[in-house]
Structures are given as C-alpha cells and as structure tokens.
C-alpha cells in the first residue's frame, strides 16, 4: 500500500520512510506543503502522514484544503508533544488521528493499520481478512483456511495487501505499480504479471481473475 509522509525534518522522515517501507508500505515523501497538498490530491494513497509545522503552508492549512476539495484520504497527523491545540485544531480541519511527537514507530504502525482497517470496513486488529484467508502483517504471511502459514516476499506481501483491501474491484497494472513502487523507482508494468502468478501458485489461481485489457480483481468468494 503507498503512503504519503509530508515531513520538513528530512532526518525524520528518512527514518520514517526506511521503517514504513520496511513494515511493506511504500512511502512518497514531501518536505512542504505546497508540494505534499498536491501529492494528496493525486488519488494514489491509501493514507497521509502529515506534519502540521510545515514551511510554506502549515498543516492545517494543506488538511483543510483537502477536505474543501472533498478529498477523504485518511490523515494521521503529527503534533509537538504539549501543543494540545494543535490536536483540537488538527481534528477540526479532519484529521482522524494524531501521533506525539517524539513516539515509536510501533505506536505509528499500530494506528495506520487501525485506520486502514477502519476506512476498509475491516473486523480489528493487526491482521487483514477476507474470503477464508488471513494476512499476518507482523511476519508477512498468509493463513489459509487449514492454518498452513505461506510464506510472502516484500513484493508479493504488498501486492495481496491491496487486493484483500480492494476485494471484488477490477484492479489495474498500473494502479498495483503505484502501490509496489514509489515516484523515485522504475517502474516495470510486465513485473507485475510475474508477481500475480506467484500469489496464483501460492493461493490458487481461481482468486485472481484477469480482466483482459483491465487488470485483475481478487475474489473473497469462490464457487
């Protein structure tokens, strides 16, 4: 799943970046937020990150400005330990959830999943659902029905992710690019057809049905 981080500490959000996508997100960062209000409106992400002290247009601003714009992407923003304002004012622009400044990225990975469930209309916890299979997020595997744990590679992790969130919608190559791949990466169209047949091998390829001319769609029920 693509995330979008809108961080002016470039330290923080290198460290950010490196343990997001080592959690199986692919990350796009931006450092203002001019630039981070444009990459929100793209419709590519799943979730924004968003800091509110930001150089040439605040937080706030950028928040309120995608919401004007009826824009519902799901906002975690980030506040400065005792500015409990910036929480009130936060929520008011729509933001559905805020982290503290200085916090674990434990704690951050717990609230974007809690977010992703929420806006997918997913049951709770760290795991993802559907149609008989379960997502093991923590160690990048899949349960199936029997309880056999299959083991996923990054890619692979990423990729079954999106469409168990994305279950029964007809799925292009490149929307899936846009998830595996972030704006600075080459993106590769044909790869993708390499990675839909390892899920098909390893979870059976009556899920994954190919729309010819149109993409994929992942099926939670099977006749």
């Given at each position: 799943?693509?995330?979008?981080l809108v961080e002016d500490d470039r330290d923080l959000a290198r460290l950010?970046?490196?343990?997001?996508?080592?959690?199986?997100?692919?990350?796009?960062?931006?450092?203002?937020?001019?630039?981070?209000?444009?990459?929100?409106?793209?419709?590519?992400?799943?979730?924004?990150?968003?800091?509110?002290?930001?150089?040439?247009?605040?937080?706030?601003?950028?928040?309120?400005?995608?919401?004007?714009?009826?824009?519902?992407?799901?906002?975690?923003?980030?506040?400065?330990?005792?500015?409990?304002?910036?929480?009130?004012?936060?929520?008011?622009?729509?933001?559905?959830?805020?982290?503290?400044?200085?916090?674990?990225?434990?704690?951050?990975?717990?609230?974007?999943?809690?977010?992703?469930?929420?806006?997918?209309?997913?049951?709770?916890?760290?795991?993802?659902?559907?149609?008989?299979?379960?997502?093991?997020?923590?160690?990048?595997?899949?349960?199936?029905?029997?309880?056999?744990?299959?083991?996923?590679?990054?890619?692979?992790?990423?990729?079954?992710?999106?469409?168990?969130?994305?279950r029964g919608q007809v799925i292009s190559k490149s929307?899936?690019?846009?998830?595996?791949?972030?704006?600075?990466?080459?993106?590769?169209?044909?790869?993708?057809?390499?990675?839909?047949?390892?899920?098909?091998?390893?979870?059976?390829?009556?899920?994954?049905?190919?729309?010819?001319?149109?993409?994929?769609?992942?099926?939670?029920?099977?006749?």
């Amino acid at each position: 799943m693509r995330l979008l981080l809108v961080e002016d500490d470039r330290d923080l959000a290198r460290l950010l970046k490196k343990n997001l996508e080592k959690a199986g997100y692919s990350v796009d960062v931006s450092h203002d937020g001019i630039e981070g209000e444009y990459l929100g409106n793209e419709g590519v992400y799943e979730l924004a990150i968003l800091d509110l002290g930001l150089p040439q247009r605040n937080g706030i601003t950028v928040l309120k400005n995608w919401r004007a714009q009826q824009n519902d992407l799901p906002v975690l923003i980030l506040t400065a330990r005792d500015a409990w304002y910036e929480k009130v004012d936060g929520f008011k622009a729509g933001a559905d959830d805020y982290l503290a400044k200085p916090f674990h990225i434990e704690e951050m990975l717990v609230r974007i999943n809690a977010l992703l469930h929420r806006f997918h209309q997913l049951p709770g916890g760290g795991n993802v659902q559907v149609g008989g299979l379960i997502l093991d997020q923590d160690r990048q595997q899949v349960v199936t029905e029997n309880g056999k744990r299959i083991d996923l590679t990054g890619a692979e992790f990423k990729l079954l992710r999106y469409f168990l969130l994305h279950r029964g919608q007809v799925i292009s190559k490149s929307t899936l690019n846009e998830q595996l791949y972030d704006f600075d990466s080459d993106k590769d169209s044909n790869v993708i057809e390499v990675y839909v047949n390892h899920l098909r091998r390893k979870l059976g390829k009556e899920r994954f049905e190919t729309r010819r001319g149109q993409g994929y769609i992942f099926k939670d029920e099977l006749p």
